[in-house]
Structure formats: C-alpha cells, structure tokens
C-alpha cells in the first residue's frame, strides 16, 4: 500500500480501478488540519488529466504495470511504431497517446512499452536524449548577457531555447521530463 508521502512526480497507483502516474505534486500542511497532496494525475488507459487533493488517511494500490524494452521505428500521420527488443512484435500507439513524448522520439530510440492487464498504454522515454539541432539563427553580436538564450529548432521537430553558442548540426542533450536543453555533446 503506498500513502501521499510515497506518491511522487511519476509514482504509478492505481485509482479507481484505473493506472494513473503523479504529474504534478505539491505536499502542504495547514495549522489544525493533517497534511494534503495537491497534485495532477494522468489516466495512463485514456491520457486524461485530473487535479485531485489527497488526505494523509488516503492509501493507494501501487499499480502492476509491466516494463518492455522497445525501440522506436517510425511515425506515420496518426501512429508511432515500435518494436519489442525479445518477440520483434510490432506495438503501435496513438500519437494522441503519446502527448509530448513525441517531441523526443527519433528512429532506434530505446524506449520501455508500460503494459497494464496486457495492454501497451505508454512509453517511458530515458531522461535524456541527444537530438541534433536542424535550425538555429545566429546568436547576435553583444547579445551575451549572462543566461542569454535563442530558440533552435530539433530534428525532431520540437523547438526549445539554447544558449547563443549553439549552431545548425550540433548535437545537444534534452531532458524528457522537463523538454528543457541540457548541454552540447
């Protein structure tokens, strides 16, 4: 059984029948009352996303979900395709599924396909990938203030900001759970 205390940012539970994954959490404690867990839970079956309040009396299932290796093949207008590393069997998701997990998914990326009752309904990417960057105007001369940044953009297709310094066909390191450029590699 896990409590709020052991529910944090991407803990798996299950929740009214249903696995959902921590998204957001916030632990606060008010003068006479017990402690409460703001926090933002994502149905990992339908991808709907809930704020709820938990109490400190709350207990919670952890929820069986199974870990695959797979990589990712390719996408097409509504799929992505993967492949397990054991069986070779094709798995397909949604890119609706997917959210914004799709900005960091580029073809041989290993990934873990999360089962829940013998369904794929998600991936866990790895907390940081390299991606090489397609675009990214030239930093400006005297533009180099400390903590100075440019948006470039991904081969991938996802856009984020980077420091001045970074050119077209450089590879950077991105953190998945943040989207946020980590360094040059």
């Known amino acids: 059984m ?25 632990h606060t404690k008010q003068a006479r009352s017990g402690a409460v867990l703001q926090s933002k839970i994502k149905n990992l079956k339908t991808g709907s996303v809930l704020e709820r309040n938990f109490k400190s009396s709350d207990k919670f299932e952890e929820a069986e979900i199974e870990r695959m290796k797979a990589s990712f093949l390719y996408k097409d207008n509504d799929n992505c395709e993967f ?11 949604s890119i609706n599924d997917l ?9 041989g990326l290993s990934v873990d396909l999360l089962k829940f009752d013998n369904k794929v309904i ?19 001369k005297g533009d180099s203030v400390s903590g100075a940044t440019k948006q470039i953009t991904l081969e991938t297709g996802s856009v984020v900001n980077a420091p001045l310094f970074i050119k077209d066909d450089d590879v950077v390191k991105i953190n998945t759970d943040t989207g946020e450029y980590v360094e040059r590699v």
Do not use: C, H, R, W
């Open 2 to 26: 896990l409590s709020i205390s052991d529910l944090k940012l991407g803990t798996v539970f299950t929740y009214e029948n249903d696995p959902y994954q921590i998204v957001k959490a916030n």
């Open 83 to 93: 492949m397990e590393d054991e069986s070779f069997e094709q798995v397909s998701l």
């Open 99 to 107: 959210g914004d997990q799709i900005n960091f998914l580029k073809e």
């Open 122 to 140: 998600g991936i866990k990417l790895p907390p940081k990938v390299d991606l090489k960057v397609t675009s990214a105007p030239p930093g400006i």
